[in-house]
């Protein structure tokens, strides 16, 4: 069997299961969904993601309640049913082993938790051979839309690596962070990657980081390993690239950071401001355009 046909079978069960989480879900439909037959099936699924499918189906479900429970007033015997439980008693003996907590403690009070969010198996292998290759300079340059913000007070939850100075070193050194910083409640914005301000960096510790930003009264559980920082008010330069396709999110990147090494603030009367705070981007997706922020002040 090729190897990319057998990762995309394993592709095609996550979004079978992706599109019938609140349903009982077999293994003779997530067979039927990926053209094998049951047991090849749940041993491709195993070897690829790590998780055989019903383990799989649970983490994720339990994933989806949590948010269910953060972001309404829901009550815990209603999600449970909503995502297949039996029982008030076997989703909170779930809930806790998962998270660490009972559903009604988290109900109560939202602290971060590590959220399961599985990537999809196929997109990540055709990423992988594809290459990390950066955009050169074409003639063609697309359109990159820049503005300049305001961000308030703030301050931000984050997670220190060692000596990563980008994305894919962070996530060797650290692994996954974003499953957390999703889950805090009160987040001012999406979680970020960031580039520290030197006087941010402490010794021993990485430039890049990736964090969340939340109001400077935040007093909500702090997860092992992380840490909460103070930020000043500050102006950022925006700069949004065009929409891409999703397999194309290195050039779309590359294509923001040569129109970025080009550009002159000082056409908005502005100049780089690289200590005031920190450099940013958002998660690639390709409907919104690649978008990267860098702090400026005003030219007096």
Not at 24 to 31: C, F, G, H, M, S
Not at 135 to 140: L, P, Q, T, W
Not at 162 to 181: I, M, N, P, Q, R
Request: proline share 6%; net charge negative.
């Amino acid at each position: 069997m090729d190897e990319a046909e057998a990762i995309m079978a394993v592709q095609q069960m996550q979004e079978y299961i992706d599109d019938n989480i609140l349903r009982k879900i077999t293994l003779k439909e997530l067979a039927v969904a990926a053209g094998y037959s049951p047991w090849h099936a749940a041993r491709l699924f195993k070897e690829v993601t790590g998780k055989a499918p019903f383990e799989y189906i649970r983490t994720l479900r339990l994933t989806k309640a949590a948010l269910v429970l953060r972001d309404s007033n829901e009550k815990i015997i209603d999600v449970a049913m909503d995502f297949m439980f039996d029982s008030h008693e076997g989703f909170t003996r779930a809930f806790s082993k998962q998270f660490g907590l009972s559903p009604s403690r988290y109900s109560k009070y939202t602290p971060p938790i590590k959220l399961f969010m599985p990537e999809k198996v196929f997109d990540t292998y055709r990423e992988f051979h594809k290459g990390e290759k950066m955009m050169s300079e074409k003639n063609n340059t697309k359109s990159v839309f820049v503005q300049v913000v305001e961000r308030p007070a703030r301050k931000v939850l984050l997670k220190r690596g060692k000596e990563a100075t980008e994305y894919f070193a962070y996530c060797e050194e650290v692994g996954d962070v974003w499953s957390v910083l999703v889950s805090v409640k009160e987040a001012m914005y999406e979680p970020i990657g960031m580039w520290l301000p030197k006087h941010l960096i402490k010794e021993g510790t990485s430039q890049y980081v990736q964090g969340v930003e939340v109001p400077t009264d935040y007093a909500n559980n702090i997860p092992d390993g992380y840490e909460l920082i103070q930020l000043p008010p500050c102006k950022l330069m925006v700069f949004q690239g065009e929409p891409y396709n999703d397999e194309d999110f290195m050039d779309a990147i590359g294509e923001v950071w040569n129109h970025i090494e080009r550009f002159t603030p000082s056409v908005y009367g502005y100049q780089w401001a690289p200590e005031a705070a920190p450099r940013f981007q958002l998660a690639p997706m390709g409907y919104r355009g690649y978008i990267e922020a860098r702090p400026v002040k005003a030219i007096n």
